[in-house]
């Protein structure tokens, strides 16, 4: 099946860093559109980033210069850096594959999504 | 960064209910709109894309329907399984932003 597992997050203190896991099965993380959207307690879903191998990338104003996306090809593995984090950063993370329409590349879903993890940002 | 509202917040219907959800955008979106369901703790499950297409395995009893600013979410015969959280989401620019929510719960 297509999917996405993750994995990482945690409690960690503020100015902390984190890293976030999301593994791919039946299809390649490296030729994928991908990105990560957040939910934070009680609230409605964030885009945090989204990134492509060929270069387009995007992160939220809020975690520029703090947050990095990379990905391991023998691992098909997509993977979200955060450094420095906020009290604010605090929410449920998921991954999810971006589809792009080849007859219209304006028509886009996320799917599949990884199951989420939990980052807590506290002292 | 393009808005979107949904209408209503919160939605108490009852098993076998037709239940409709709006979406709008602060300006237009042509049919750049996609749908999910989320359930507590779960992720969101995509329904549909491009503001009407229904994404291969989920029932037909739901639809879709829209272009420019206004969106519907239509389920036709409300299951059991339908009591979630209901989200809009535009495609059109970045960043991508989503609506609020619909939670749908049993009356």
């Known amino acids: 099946d297509v999917e996405l597992v993750q994995s990482g997050g945690g409690l960690v203190q503020p100015g902390g860093s984190l890293t976030l896991s999301c593994a791919a099965s039946?299809?390649?993380?490296?030729?994928?559109?991908m990105s990560w959207v957040r939910q934070a307690p009680g609230r409605g879903l964030e885009l945090v980033s989204f990134t492509h191998s060929g270069g387009d990338t995007y992160f939220v104003d809020s975690v520029k210069g703090r947050f990095a996306v990379s990905r391991d090809k023998s691992q098909n593995t997509l993977f979200l850096q955060m450094n420095s984090l906020r009290p604010e950063d605090t929410a449920l993370y998921f991954c999810?594959?971006?589809?792009?329409?080849?007859?219209?590349?304006?028509?886009?879903?996320?799917?599949?999504w990884g199951q989420g993890t939990l980052v807590t940002v506290s002292s | 960064d393009i808005q979107l509202t949904q209408s209503p917040s919160f939605l108490s219907a009852s098993v076998g209910d037709r239940v409709t959800i709006t979406c709008r955008a602060s300006q237009g979106i042509n049919n750049y709109v996609a749908w999910y369901q989320q359930k507590p703790g779960k992720a969101p499950k995509l329904l549909i894309y491009?503001?009407?297409t229904l994404q291969s395995g989920v029932p037909s009893r739901f639809s879709g329907s829209g272009s420019g600013t206004d969106f519907t979410l239509t389920i036709s015969g409300l299951q059991p399984e339908d009591f979630a959280t209901y989200f809009c989401?535009?495609?059109?620019?970045?960043?991508?932003?989503f609506g609020p929510g619909t939670k749908v719960d049993l009356k």
């Open positions: 999810a594959r971006i589809r792009i329409s080849t007859a219209d590349t304006g028509v886009k879903w996320f799917d599949p």
């Open positions: 491009a503001a009407a």
């Open positions: 989401q535009q495609v059109k620019t970045y960043p991508l932003t």
């Open positions: 039946e299809f390649t993380v490296n030729t994928n559109y």
